[in-house]
């Protein structure tokens, strides 16, 4: 049992529920797993050990004669420091918030809760979760288990990072402009952007479809497993899905090989993309084709995405943190200043045209997903870069425009609100992790945990997490 730490999600909830592993065995597991490794990455930042082991005390104590299929059965996660736990600090990453106490827990975090999971940490963000850098003033950066000098990417960067090096088995993610998938191509983990809704949140803007909740694991089976622990309907959120959902493991657990994919290694809208992560996503797809898979050069028309992100992202930042900067200005980071400031600058003529633009391209995917099954592409322009840069200043000699500029391939597809999976890829030839963005048709989960469970096995990535931070 030393080596509870290397099991997948799947495989420690199977010794659960048979009553091999008691889930306070797991919680120490994590525990000492992350003293070892948390002082080379610092990817927890709070921990709630005693919670954890007062959460697990009393599901061992639990009779479920029938428990829930998504029934977690006491599996440690960890919980993004955006996300509210009752009676732990929550930071957001910011000084704003540095000594923020939750006073209740968030929506997800009950759900998973009540589904069996024991939050024993908090995992490291940039501040409120804006940028690919996890980076901030209250905890510092957190470092590549694969390389410690380079980034693990953002926002969601401690989630990815404690995945890789096997402080727990799940973590929660949140997914704006790239924030699941993003940091999982650059920690070699996998992570699932969902389409709006399917993963109740409560948001200032209920009705915006550009922030979601998501899972991230080490497998496809592991992130199914969350997922089915996550999503479904909630009255606070009116965007939830009603009605029961079907099993996500279950489709994991079948894989379908599709019929006909898309691939494209720009989208055709980025200004450059490095030549190893080019020639890795390519390889991907070649290696479908070789499989029987019929597999085109092709991508829906997405001219238009980058400034209808762009602008509606300025929006959402006007409620994020427009009263905050008139108290706090001093304590925020420039890059969040500046797209505040960007935002409130709009007119209102800017902002309806950005919404009838984002209505045209989710009916452009649709569209598009008629005739493919699936859309590949790289899940980033770069692979991991130096942790102690903001973000890459440039991209295969061209130059960055902006801190969002290189993320282009994410956030392009969260505009067309389908469900987006990165999948471990490959590595550069400097060991550097390379994730594959798999875009599935809209409302299509469950065909897409079955087509990249296909994936997942056919390109077969190796060495896989979890590792020793290096």
């Known amino acids: 049992m030393a080596d509870l730490w290397k099991l997948s999600a799947m495989e420690a909830v199977a ?34 050990v005693e919670r954890a082991r007062e959460h697990a005390a009393r599901l061992e104590k639990l009779d479920r004669p029938n428990p829930a299929p998504q029934f977690l059965y006491g599996l440690p996660i960890a919980v ?26 968030d929506i997800i975090v009950e759900r998973l809760e009540r589904n069996g999971a024991i939050v024993i940490g908090k995992s490291n963000l940039p501040e409120f979760a804006a940028g690919g850098n996890t980076f901030n003033e209250v905890f510092g950066a957190t470092r590549n288990p694969w390389d410690t000098r380079m980034s693990a990417g953002g926002s969601s960067g401690g989630s990815t990072a404690a995945l890789a090096a096997g402080q727990v088995w799940l973590a929660t993610g949140g997914d704006f402009g790239g924030s699941i998938r993003q940091p999982a191509s650059f920690c070699s983990v996998t992570g699932l952007r969902p389409g709006p809704g399917m993963v109740p949140r409560q948001q200032k803007q209920p009705f915006s479809a550009l922030s979601v909740e998501g899972p ?38 079948r894989p379908q090989r599709p019929g006909r994919v898309a691939f494209s290694a720009d989208l055709g809208i980025a200004r450059a993309v490095d030549r190893e992560v080019r020639a890795l996503t ?5 290696k479908l084709a070789r499989d029987g898979v019929t597999v085109e050069e092709a991508h829906p028309d997405l001219s238009d995405a980058e400034k209808t992100f762009l602008t509606l992202r300025g929006v959402v930042f006007i409620a994020r943190h427009a009263q905050l900067l008139e108290k706090y200005r001093d304590r925020y980071k420039p890059e969040i200043i500046e797209n505040t400031e960007f935002g409130l600058g709009l007119k209102p003529a800017e902002i309806v045209a950005a919404e009838i633009a984002q209505g045209e391209l989710i009916r452009r995917a649709a569209k598009f997903f008629e005739s493919y099954d699936l859309l590949l592409c790289p899940v980033v322009t770069c692979p991991p870069f130096d942790v102690s840069l903001r973000y890459p200043a440039a991209v295969e000699g061209v130059r960055v425009e902006g801190y969002m500029d290189w993320l282009i391939l994410t956030y392009a597809i969260t505009a067309t609100a389908c469900p987006a999976m990165s999948l471990p890829c490959g590595f550069t030839r400097g060991g550097l992790p390379v994730g594959l963005q798999v875009v599935g048709r809209p409302r299509g989960e469950v065909a897409l945990f079955s087509a990249a469970a296909y994936i997942e096995a056919l390109l077969n990535v190796t060495p896989r997490a979890p590792i020793y931070p290096r």
Request: glycine share 4%; proline share 6%.
């Open 216 to 253: 991230l694991a080490r497998t496809v089976a592991d992130v199914a497993l969350m997922f089915d622990a996550e999503a479904g309907f909630h009255p606070l959120d009116p965007l939830s899905q009603t009605g029961p959902h079907p099993s996500f493991a279950a489709a994991a657990a």
């Open 80 to 105: 993004k420091d955006n996300t509210d736990v009752a009676g732990v600090r929550c930071t957001s990453g910011s000084r704003v918030y540095e000594n923020r106490i939750a006073a209740a827990s």
């Open 282 to 286: 390519r390889a991907a797809a070649e």
């Open 15 to 48: 010794l659960l529920r048979k009553g091999e592993v008691a889930p306070r065995e797991l919680v120490d597991a994590a525990a000492d797993r992350i003293a070892q490794t948390n002082p080379k990455i610092n990817a927890l930042v709070t921990l709630c």
